[in-house]
């Protein structure tokens, strides 16, 4: 099977701008979580989406949002850079198959830089 | 009660020794503790996980080691190899949600 990924792989945008980063799921994974990763915070999680639907929230401005497609392909947008937004954004998917363990499969990530 | 605090920051091991990092919680609610590895430019790979009802699980020369009266857990890298260089993240969540709860990490340099 094709892992998670993940466009553009890298991304230059100027304060004050928008941004939209794209994530593709492992064929038959329907749920998508969205991670933010800083050398300074660390990995902090931003959303999950699960059959189109926002599950869980993390603790980021509402510049940040989501969504997710009817194939389980999502988008997360960015509105109104700031220089502190400049991360390595990180797609996960995982299976929801009752029973199991729904381990998170991680893509390449997107590297956005904020000038 | 969200935090998930890992230890060491970085860590050095010859060719051939244990690696051991360790990480501690509080959140009772949590039931599920990967492990990932990260290599530079990479995104985080599943390296192996545990849950709370086993006390240790091995999958080839990686270990984890779950204490939960202690609310610890760690990872063990046998026979260490230059390799496996690479920084590590322990992490942790509750119920069945995407919300994973990470560890800082832990910079690891295996010296052939």
């Known amino acids: 099977k094709a892992g998670v990924t993940q466009t553009p792989r890298y991304l230059i945008k100027t304060r004050g701008q928008q941004v939209t980063l794209s994530c593709s799921p492992i064929s038959g994974h329907r749920s998508v979580s969205w991670y933010q990763q800083t050398p300074g915070q660390g990995l902090q999680f931003l959303f999950e989406y699960f059959s189109e639907t926002q599950r869980n929230k993390g603790n980021f401005p509402g510049r940040f949002s989501g969504r997710q497609f009817s194939n389980s392909r999502s988008e997360m947008n960015v509105s109104t850079l700031e220089l502190g937004d400049s991360a390595l954004y990180l797609c996960?998917?995982?299976?929801?198959?009752?029973?199991?363990?729904?381990?998170?499969?991680f893509g390449p990530g997107t590297r956005l830089t904020v000038t | 009660q969200q935090q998930v605090k890992q230890s060491p920051q970085s860590l050095i091991v010859q060719k051939g020794g244990i690696s051991i990092i360790n990480c501690a919680y509080e959140n009772t609610a949590f039931d599920y503790f990967p492990w990932y590895q990260q290599f530079p430019g990479k995104g985080p790979a599943l390296l192996i996980a545990?849950?709370?009802?086993?006390s240790e699980k091995k999958e080839g020369r990686f270990t984890i080691s779950f204490n939960k009266s202690a609310k610890q857990f760690s990872l063990h890298i046998m026979d260490s190899q230059p390799g496996d260089s690479a920084t590590y993240f322990c992490a942790a969540r509750k119920d069945q949600g995407g919300k994973l709860i990470f560890g800082q990490g832990t910079e690891l340099s295996v010296k052939p």
């Open positions: 545990i849950r709370p009802d086993v």
């Open positions: 996960a998917s995982s299976s929801t198959t009752s029973g199991g363990w729904h381990e998170q499969y």
